[in-house]
């Protein structure tokens, strides 16, 4: 495979650069074989699957899933302290730009800027001139992209400083590569992440406003679910011990700015933000915004709140700045330059202008602002006419335009002979692999102790392109080894030095926002659970008694098919006459698969899973990291089993299997049913064992105790009010035991049979009973007086409460054995429908009491949905 990152190598000849991966520096026979990179290859896709590494929205998305090569980045530790001293020097001369443009603006009155350049770019916020934060240093986190030009060294291509993202990513890469390459790993002196991270921890403490006092408070502002780097956000914000907090969690009052937890307004000293800069604020920067907070240039004015990086940096992402940072370092540092940049010429000077016009098809040409409509372009790869059209652009608008000259090493074979992309997979990882074309590396630096702390690593992207982004579509990430002379010393989280109050300190609680989506979490993973017990119960009875639907078998899965999977058969085709149960059910039915693989249908499993994975993706922070691996494995499997159906269909079928026998496509279920639970019981595990009992946890229990108080009360009214002949009622008692977990109990405790009176015993009274009603009801007000209530929580216990008397009074024998003229248990029925609205309502009233918030505006919702920044769809289907 090419390596076009990792320090290089002479050949033999002494003039060629090897684009090889180089092993040399590991002990005799360590190297890993092509066999070994297959494997690691095989083994990190798996993990990163597990982890719920995504770059996008959708943590179930195959297209969403980060992809790793296991073979990383190796860099030297001569070449790597000199480009750590040269980040240094260039994070050094940004922060004295960015002090100067929102400041004296010298640069600008002496001409080493061009004004037009800087003041025409939407990135230079003119609502923040002035504001300083404290500390000496404005710039406290930046990004550097870095290629390796022709002869080696490197080049840099774009500096990130509006809120640099790939960190977590970067760490996350770090933890996987170290595992899947865990033989070379532990042979290696490899410099560690750690103290970055560390040292970011410490930046924050030291830019917190004088107000903080010792103890200052901090989160990190996320756009929310629906950032593409959403997974980055909350890993860092889980290392870093801050919030993951969005605009609505947050509110400025007198001047302050305060997180709104579901128990009062708690003060925070400093931001982490990734949100873009002018996004923050809606009120001063881009009105209608909801992404940011209304005031908080207001706070940050008033020096009661520290932004990082603060509002206006991205300013110094402007490529035009790139071509004159050479005259600024000798300006502000009085010292040439050591990091070069690529080649780059600003179409706003006449001369500049000519240049990239008479070479625009050997030119990479950026809009200094990226757009719509505008987006980076190939100069060479346009046709005439597209390039006659770009250059009317440009010439129309030359402020806004860069040329770039391409750098990069040169391959062979030559660019239009097509190099190889780098793929999971023994052909892709072979030593003849030529692929890819692109590689860049970002590096990271953050403000901390008068200096800048430079990550000993970063993030490597490559792709078989010309170019390669963070964006890249098929672009696989790469760890960054710095090769370390002495054994690097572990990090240690936990130090008397360390950074005591910046991130979650006790005082912090749950957002309202964060609240109702780790409630939803439970009620969908309690939905899931029950329907697969449900179709486990079903599907066994299908299979024992579908060929004899006269049978008190046949009888029994009637009414389970009828009352449990309203009106499901396996074929999901029409019911026809020769049908044996076609007088048992209705015409046109769902197949029970659909039931559990298919996410369109309204109450399957694959429904209640995603929306349990994007729950789930929302409140990473608020999680253990081992919630994310079970989640996977669900998704795995289902998708496992679709192919398997897909595989057996007619062409132009959808997901039902028409022409295969019933029995042998419900043969199929139960092994994934069984495969499904097992990863559901482990995140219910990991909930019951790994999370503290803080509101959070309370609220994700009581979403899960509701959902099935619910689902328990509605499955006895479908099987249990009507009476049946003893053999059918039998049965059907049984699947109801089996479906809610008690089926064993049950027999330890009635050897002599089952009956309505021991059933509703066991299932509504039995307080020993996880899976009772009762149970249920004692956890749930337990959870709940537990959590604060903002809002009056009268109706809400009134309603519990009554479904509790109605428990209480529920005498068992008599309503099992009162039957009416028409076959029917009436006041178990009357019972079990009053119980039923209660829960419903009492659900409602605990939305009301503990969630309601803001509603979105207009603005917002037509830029990114309706339901963004909302919990995943919530509610009963």
Known sequence: MTDLLSSPRLLGDGATIAHRPDWTWLPSGAAPTDADLVRAARQAEQLLAEHGVTYGADLTERDHQWRLDPLPVVVDEPEWARLDAALVQRAEVLDAVLHDLYGARLLLDDRVLPPTAVLSHPGFLRAVDGLRLPGGREL???????????????????????????????????????????????????????????????????????????????????????????????????????????????????????????????????????????????????????????????????????VVNPLGASVLENPALLGYLPRIARAVLDQDLTLASAPTWWCGEERALRHVLSRIDRLVIKPTVHGPRTTTVLGWTLSAAERDELAARITAEPWAWVGQEPVGPTLEPAADAGVGAVRPGASDLGADDLGPRAAVMRTYAVAHAGTYTVMAGGLARVADDHVVSSSSAGALAKDVWVLASQPPVPAVALREDAVVGVGRTAGYGVSPRAAENLYWMGRYAERAEDGVRVLRAVTDRWDDFHRVPDSAGGQALAVLLQALTPAALPDGGEV?????????????????????????????????????????????????????????????????????????????????????????????????????????????????????????????????????????????????????????????????????????????????????????????????????????????????EAVPAPRSAAQRDHLLHGVADLVAELDTVAVGNEISEDGRRVRLADTLESMLWRLREASDEIERVHFVRPAPSRALADLWGSTYGRPTEGGAE
Request: proline share 6%.
């Open 140 to 306: 406290v986190l930046t990004a550097t992209d870095l290629v390796r030009d022709a002869a080696g060294d490197w080049c840099v291509v774009a500096d990130r400083t509006q809120a640099p993202s790939g960190a977590g990513y970067a760490m996350e890469d770090r933890r996987v590569t170290a595992q899947v390459l865990a033989p070379v790993y532990r042979q290696a002196s490899i410099a560690r992440l750690g103290p970055f991270f560390h040292a970011l921890r410490k930046a924050l403490h030291e830019v917190a406003p004088p107000t903080a006092g010792d103890e200052p408070r901090a989160v990190l502002l996320s756009p929310g679910p629906a950032s593409e780097t959403a997974f980055d956000q909350a890993y860092l914000a889980s290392m870093l011990g801050l919030p993951l907090v969005e605009g609505s969690d947050l509110l400025v009052r007198a001047g302050r700015l305060y997180l709104q937890g579901i128990d009062g307004l708690e003060p925070v000293d400093v931001v982490l933000r990734r949100v873009d800069g002018d996004w923050c604020d809606p009120l001063d920067l881009r009105a209608g915004s909801r992404l940011g907070v209304p005031g908080l240039v207001h706070a940050v004015r008033n020096g009661a709140v520290s």
């Open 576 to 784: 026809v006459a020769t049908d044996p149960l076609a007088e048992h059910v209705g015409p046109r039915v769902p197949a029970l698969r659909d039931l559990l693989l298919d996410q369109r249908t309204p109450g399957s499993v694959a429904r209640a899973v995603k929306r349990l994975g994007a729950s789930a993706a929302t409140v990473r922070d608020q999680l253990s990291t081992d919630t994310f691996g079970p989640l996977a494995r669900i998704e795995r499997t289902l998708r496992a089993e679709r192919s398997r159906v897909r595989s057996r269909q007619q062409p132009g079928e959808g997901l039902d299997v028409g022409d295969v026998p019933p029995a042998s496509v419900t043969a199929g279920l139960r092994p994934t049913l069984d495969r499904v639970l097992e990863s559901l019981l482990a995140i219910s595990g990991i909930a019951a064992e790994g999370l503290t009992r803080d509101v959070g946890w309370h609220l994700l229990d009581a979403g899960r105790r509701i959902e099935r108080a619910q689902r328990l009360v509605a499955m006895l009214a479908a099987t249990l009010v009507e009476r049946r002949p003893g053999d059918v009622e039998d049965l059907v008692l049984e699947s109801v035991l089996l479906s809610t977990e008690s089926a064993i109990t049950y027999r330890r405790r009635h050897q002599s049979g089952a009956s309505v009176a021991s059933v509703l015993d066991l299932l509504v009274h039995d307080r020993t009973n996880p899976r009772s009603l009762a149970f249920a009801l004692d956890r749930l007000l337990a959870d709940l």
